[in-house]
């Protein structure tokens, strides 16, 4: 199974600044790693696929680099709907299907 | 508009059975593989189960193999996961999420592009 790890676990910034979220496998998973968006009692929200392509109606703000086991996503510029919990997921080798543990990007 | 509503979600005993369901709209549902996945109170995403297009190819996690089934009813454009011997652990929300991605030599790679608003499960006595 492989293993995602996110860091940082919380990460404080203030509106209008940047914000650097990373994604480590455990094993490469090349390109195939998607990113969401969860917000507090709502479901999860595509954001990035295969590991740099934006879904569909994301703006342009949010960034993802990477491949092989190192990952970011870049959200320039945050706005106060970014504020939220963010989580990575291999699809790679499956089953199982592998989330990390998330990102809480708050505000400072 | 692509929609996916769950429905089937309560309180049950330990060692109960429960049946959720995830009616699906805006897609041509017998085209897509679907999945299931959970989120215990305040922790993270689990992947639980996944069905593909064609009949008999499902997968789940190991943490509930042997005790829930996937299934669908491409007549009915719905989902549906069977959840038997449910333990206190099994308590969280369950998504119900469309597959999207690729498909090369056979094995097909897939993230979740839309996803329902979930279901609660609690397990309780």
């Known amino acids: 199974e492989i293993v995602m790890t996110q860091s940082p676990v919380i990460l404080s910034v203030s509106p209008g600044e940047s914000a650097t979220l990373s994604c480590r496998a455990s094993?490469?998973?090349?390109?195939?790693l998607a990113w969401y968006q969860q917000k507090p009692g709502q479901a999860p929200r595509l954001l990035v696929y295969g590991a740099s392509t934006r879904a569909t109606g994301v703006p342009a703000r949010f960034s993802g680099r990477g491949s092989g086991t190192e990952f970011t996503l870049t959200i320039s510029s945050l706005q106060s709907e970014d504020f939220a919990v963010y989580y990575c997921q291999q699809y790679l080798d499956w089953p199982p299907y592998t989330f990390g543990g998330g990102t809480k990007v708050e505000i400072k | 508009e692509v929609q996916l509503v769950e429905s089937g979600g309560g309180l049950v005993q330990p060692g109960g059975s429960l049946r959720l369901s995830c009616a699906a709209s805006g897609f041509t549902f017998r085209t897509y593989a679907m999945s299931w996945v959970r989120q215990a109170p305040g922790k993270g995403l689990e992947w639980v189960s996944i069905i593909g297009t064609s009949v008999g190819n499902t997968f789940h996690a190991d943490s509930v193999k042997g005790r829930f089934t996937i299934s669908r009813d491409n007549s009915r454009d719905t989902l549906y996961l069977q959840m038997n011997s449910l333990t206190a652990a099994d308590t969280a929300v369950y998504y119900c999420?469309?597959?999207?991605?690729?498909?090369?030599?056979?094995?097909?790679?897939?993230?979740?592009?839309?996803w329902g608003r979930g279901a609660l499960v609690t397990v309780s006595s």
């Open positions: 094993q490469s998973v090349a390109n195939n």
């Open positions: 999420a469309k597959a999207e991605g690729y498909c090369s030599d056979g094995t097909c790679y897939r993230y979740f592009d839309y």
